[in-house]
């Protein structure tokens, strides 16, 4: 059983930073597999924000973070993080972790993926 578990989100002024954390467990980083970050904004459809595979480590990035945000993986933990600098308010949204244990085709598309997490919420004033 595949359990993702987002934490690290919060309210912060523009200019700021934060880092997301996104635990897995009942899932192993492989070559293949890859864990992405989502958002979404009320109103708006879900995006994908930045990716990294399980193998290689390479990583791919949403036009709008390239140069702010730095998605990185710790194997040994488990875990992904997201690190978001110089933060604006069209950052503002429900940020969610999404893995699939063999990544093909668009990483930004959310049907790809097969395990959520609950999401945190990230507030940029």
């Known amino acids: 059983h595949v359990q993702l578990v987002e934490s690290g989100g919060g309210s912060v002024q523009a200019g700021g930073s934060l880092r997301l954390s996104c635990a897995a467990s009942?899932?192993?980083?492989?070559?293949?597999?890859?864990i992405v970050w989502f958002r979404q904004a009320p109103g708006k459809e879900r995006e994908g924000v930045a990716s990294?595979?399980?193998?290689?480590?390479?990583?791919d990035y949403a036009d709008s973070v390239k140069g702010r945000f730095t998605i990185s993986q710790d194997s040994a933990k488990n875990s992904v993080y997201l690190q978001m600098n110089s933060l604006r308010p069209e950052d503002t949204a429900m940020y969610y972790c999404?893995?699939?244990?063999?990544?093909?085709?668009?990483?930004?598309?959310?049907?790809?993926?097969?395990?959520w997490g609950q999401g945190t919420q990230v507030t940029v004033s």
């Open positions: 999404a893995a699939e244990d063999y990544c093909g085709g668009s990483w930004d598309l959310p049907e790809n993926y097969l395990y």
């Open positions: 009942g899932y192993t980083f492989s070559s293949g597999n890859c």
């Open positions: 990294v595979r399980g193998g290689s480590g390479s990583s």
